[in-house]
C-alpha cells in the first residue's frame, strides 16, 4: 500500500442527505472547495421524507430548480378531518385549506425524496466540479484547538475509508407484495440500530476495501443523520423523550372507496388509532398508520417497538380497522417503514464554530408535521452562505455563531409543536364534552391552524444579532440562547415602523413589481436568488415628488462613495456586486420615468453590456398580472426606506432614506475590510 494521501478541502460535509446535499449547492453556488462523502453506495430511490412545505419551496425557487419540484410534485390544497359521529359512525367532520392562503405563491406540495435528492444533484453538477464521494466513511476526527480562531487555519483532521459495494449497500428486508420485491425504510429508521460501527468493522476485515485518505479542512458538517457519527465525534449529544406511540407507513396505490383518497386527511377513529392520508406523485398515496396493537420490547414508557412484528400486512390490516365501513387495500406498495414517535434536539449545534451539526443530527421529531427534511435542509441554508463569506474573507467568524443561536430555536420550536401535534394526532377522540381523556376535534383543528404558519417555514424569525438589526428579545436571553451583544452589534437597530410587513428577522414575502426596463413583472424573491449576495433595497417612494428624488439621490451618493460599505467590503479586484446587489423599487407611474432618471449607482455602464437594466422596478399594474402593490403590502408610506437582505432572503435591516450612513455601520458590524 502507498502512502496515505492528504488533501486540504475548506469545507467538508459528511452525508449527502437534505441538509448535507442543501450545504453542497450552497458551496457550489458560492464557488467554495468542498467535498461530500456518504457511507451509501447510493442516494435514496423511493419512501423517506416528502412534504416540501412553502419556504422550501421558495428556497428551491432561488436554488434554480423550485419550478421541477413543483412541476413533479402532488399538490394538497385541502385537509379534511374526519371523526366518529354521536353513533360512532367515521364522517368528515370539517375541512380547511391544507396551505393557510396568502402565506406565499406556493402551497405544501409532496414529491418523494428521492427526486428532491435528484433536484440538487443535478444543480451542483451545473454549477461545480463538487460531486457526492459515495461508499465513503469517516473513521476519525479531531480539533487543533489552538487554531481555531485562525480562519486561515485548516484544524480539523478527518480520515476517510472507502467501502465496498456491498458494505455501502443497506441490507432492506424484502416484503412480498403480491410478488413485487419491496425495499424498506427500516434501515434509516429510528426502529433500526445504526449500522455504523458494523460498516466500520466490515471495511476493516475486507481486504479489498479502497484507499484511506487524510482531509484537512476548514470546516466540518455533520449531515449525517439521526444517528450521527460526527455528533458523537465532537462529544454532542441531543435531550428529549420517546412515547409509546408506534407507526407503520406505507406507499401505495391504494384500492378503495374512501371518498377523499386524493385529500390530505386526518381520521381519527374512535378506539382504533389514527390514520393520516398524504396523497402523492403518481397516484401514489402516502398512509400513516397508527400501530395500537404491536407489541413492544418491554412494558415500561418509551420502549422500542418489536420491529419484527410489523410488516405492510399488519400496518393495511389496522389501517383498515380505522378506516371501516370503508374499504382500502393495494396491488401496488412502493416502500414501508415503521417509526416509533421521539422528540430530541441537540444541546449544542457546533464545536468552536468550525465542526456543525444539521439536520436529523441536531434533532428528530415524528414525520407527520412534514417538517423533518424541510427544516433539515433550511439549517443548511442558514449555514451555508455564513461559512462560505467567511471562507471568502468577507465577514468576521463571529456570524458563525448566529447559526446556533437561530436555528436552535427553531429546532426547539419544531419540537415544542411536534409534542403536541403528534399527542393530539395519535390519542383518541372524545367521545363527549364530559371525556376530558380523549381529544376534542376542535382543539386538533385549532392546533392544526396554529401550527399551519410554523410548517410552512414561513413564520421563522431570526432573534438580534449582528446581521439582524433590531432590538434583542428577552425570551432569547431566557431560551439560554447565545445571541451576540449589543456592543457586538454596535447597537444599530431597524426603524421596523417603516415597513411593518417586512419583519426585521423573518423571510421577506413576495409581491410582484414590474422591471422598469421592460415591464415585465417579477416576483420580488426572483430577484434574490441564492448566491451569496447581500442585497440592499430602496424603496424611494414616488421619484416624482422632488423631495423623494433628492433623497434617493443623496442615497445613491453615500453608497457610491470612498466610505460606503460597497468600496470598503468589496474587492477592488472583483465585480463591483460580488457582495452587495442595489436593487430600487420606486411608486412613480411607469410611463412617467425611464431608468435615466435614476442615479448611475443603479444603472451601472460597462463598454462591453452597456447599461444594466435589471436593478430598477417598479410598483405599477402589469399588463397581464395585475397588481402587486408592494409599497401597500409592506406597510412602507410616501417617505420610503432602505431594506438590507441577508443572502439567505432574510431582512436584516429596515431605516431611513435619511440615514443611508446606517448601511455602512450595520456592514461595519461583521465585514472585512477589503481597503488595502
Ligand atoms: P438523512 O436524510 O438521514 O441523511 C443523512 C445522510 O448521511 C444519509 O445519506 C446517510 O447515508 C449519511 N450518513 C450517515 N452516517 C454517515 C457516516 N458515518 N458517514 C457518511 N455518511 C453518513 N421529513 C419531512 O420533511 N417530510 C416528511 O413527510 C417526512 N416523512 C418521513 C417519513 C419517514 C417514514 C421517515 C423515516 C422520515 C420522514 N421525514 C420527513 C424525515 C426526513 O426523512 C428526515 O428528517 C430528513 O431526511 C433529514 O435529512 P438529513 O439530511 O438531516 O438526514
Not at 472507502?162 to 427500516?186: I, S
Not at 374512501?258 to 385529500?263: A, G, H, K, N, T
Request: hydrophobic share 40%.
Amino acid at each position: 500500500m502507498g502512502p496515505i494521501k492528504e488533501t486540504y478541502v475548506d469545507v467538508l460535509i459528511i452525508g449527502a442527505g437534505p441538509a448535507g446535499l442543501m450545504m453542497a449547492v450552497w458551496m457550489a453556488k458560492c464557488g467554495i472547495s468542498t467535498r461530500i462523502v456518504d457511507k451509501r453506495g447510493t442516494k435514496v430511490f423511493s419512501g423517506q421524507a416528502d412534504g416540501l412545505q412553502c419556504r422550501t419551496l421558495e428556497i428551491m425557487d432561488s436554488l434554480g430548480f423550485g419550478h421541477r419540484a413543483w412541476r413533479e410534485s402532488n399538490h394538497m390544497l385541502e385537509f379534511c378531518m374526519w371523526s366518529p359521529d354521536e353513533a360512532g359512525r367515521l364522517r368528515r367532520s370539517d375541512r380547511i385549506a391544507d396551505t393557510t392562503p396568502g402565506l406565499s405563491r406556493f402551497q405544501q406540495a409532496v414529491l418523494q425524496q428521492g427526486r428532491i435528492e435528484r433536484f440538487f444533484l443535478d444543480e451542483m453538477a451545473e454549477c461545480s466540479d463538487i460531486r457526492v464521494e459515495r461508499a465513503v466513511m469517516p473513521t476519525s476526527l479531531t480539533i487543533d484547538e489552538a487554531v481555531v480562531e485562525d480562519p486561515d487555519s485548516y484544524p480539523i483532521v478527518v480520515a476517510l475509508r472507502h467501502l465496498t459495494e456491498e458494505e455501502a449497500t443497506p441490507k432492506h428486508t424484502t416484503a412480498a407484495a403480491n410478488g413485487q420485491p419491496v425495499h424498506d425504510g427500516l434501515f434509516r429508521s429510528n426502529l433500526t440500530k445504526d449500522d455504523t460501527a458494523e460498516m466500520l468493522a466490515l471495511s476493516k476485515l475486507n481486504e479489498h476495501a479502497g484507499a484511506e485518505q487524510i482531509v484537512h479542512a476548514k470546516y466540518v458538517v455533520g449531515a449525517d443523520g439521526a444517528h450521527s457519527w460526527t455528533r458523537r465525534q465532537i462529544g454532542l449529544s441531543l435531550e428529549g423523550d420517546s412515547t409509546d406511540y408506534i407507526w407503520g407507513v406505507l406507499d401505495i396505490v391504494p384500492i378503495t372507496d374512501f371518498p377523499d383518497i386524493r385529500m390530505r386527511c386526518a381520521i381519527h377513529s374512535a378506539d382504533s388509532g389514527s390514520i393520516m392520508i398524504i396523497p402523492r406523485e403518481k397516484k401514489l398515496v402516502r398512509v400513516y398508520v397508527q400501530l395500537t396493537t404491536t407489541a413492544k420490547v418491554g412494558d415500561e414508557a418509551g420502549s422500542r417497538a418489536d420491529r419484527s412484528k410489523i410488516n405492510p400486512d399488519i400496518i393495511i390490516a389496522e389501517a383498515q380497522k380505522i378506516m371501516a365501513p370503508y374499504q382500502i387495500s393495494y396491488q401496488t406498495l412502493d416502500w414501508w417503514t415503521a417509526y416509533q414517535i421521539g422528540q430530541r434536539v441537540g444541546t449544542q449545534f457546533s464545536v468552536h464554530e468550525r465542526v456543525f451539526l444539521a439536520g436529523d443530527a441536531v434533532h428528530t421529531h415524528s414525520p407527520k408535521a412534514g417538517q423533518g427534511m424541510n427544516v433539515s435542509m433550511q439549517d443548511t441554508f442558514n449555514l451555508g452562505w455564513k461559512i462560505a463569506s467567511v471562507v471568502k474573507g468577507q465577514t468576521n467568524r463571529s456570524i458563525l455563531k448566529t447559526y446556533e443561536s437561530e436555528r436552535r430555536k427553531v429546532a426547539q420550536d419544531l419540537i415544542t409543536f411536534d409534542h403536541k401535534f403528534s399527542r393530539l394526532f395519535s390519542g383518541r377522540p372524545a367521545k363527549d364534552d364530559t371525556d376530558t381523556e380523549g381529544v376534542k376535534m376542535e382543539d386538533f383543528k385549532d392546533a392544526f391552524m396554529k401550527g399551519n404558519l410554523f410548517v410552512s417555514g414561513t413564520s421563522v424569525n431570526y432573534g438580534a444579532s449582528a446581521i439582524v438589526a433590531k432590538a434583542e428579545d428577552p425570551s432569547a436571553q431566557r431560551d439560554g440562547i447565545d445571541a451576540l451583544s449589543g456592543d457586538e452589534r454596535g447597537c444599530l437597530i431597524s426603524d421596523q415602523a417603516l415597513a411593518p410587513g417586512l419583519v426585521v428577522g423573518m423571510r421577506i414575502p413576495s409581491v410582484k413589481v414590474l422591471s422598469q426596463a421592460d415591464a415585465r413583472p417579477w416576483h420580488l424573491q426572483e430577484l434574490l436568488p441564492s448566491n451569496g449576495r447581500w442585497r440592499v433595497l430602496v424603496f424611494p417612494g414616488n421619484v416624482q415628488d422632488q423631495k423623494q428624488a433628492d433623497r434617493l439621490t443623496s442615497v445613491a451618493n453615500n453608497f457610491d462613495s470612498r466610505d460606503s460599505f460597497v468600496a470598503r467590503f468589496t474587492a477592488a479586484d472583483g465585480p463591483i456586486d460580488a457582495v452587495f446587489e442595489l436593487l430600487v423599487v420606486h411608486k412613480a407611474p411607469r410611463s412617467a420615468v425611464t431608468i435615466f432618471d435614476f442615479p448611475p449607482v443603479f444603472r451601472r455602464f460597462s463598454d462591453v453590456e452597456g447599461y444594466d437594466y435589471d436593478k430598477i422596478y417598479v410598483d405599477d399594474v402589469s399588463y397581464h398580472e395585475g397588481h402587486g402593490n408592494i409599497y401597500q403590502e409592506f406597510g412602507i408610506s410616501e417617505e420610503g426606506c432602505i431594506v438590507v437582505v441577508r443572502p439567505d432572503q432574510h431582512v436584516s435591516y429596515v431605516g431611513s432614506l435619511r440615514k443611508p450612513e446606517a448601511v455602512t455601520q450595520f456592514f461595519s458590524g461583521f465585514m472585512v475590510s477589503q481597503v488595502k
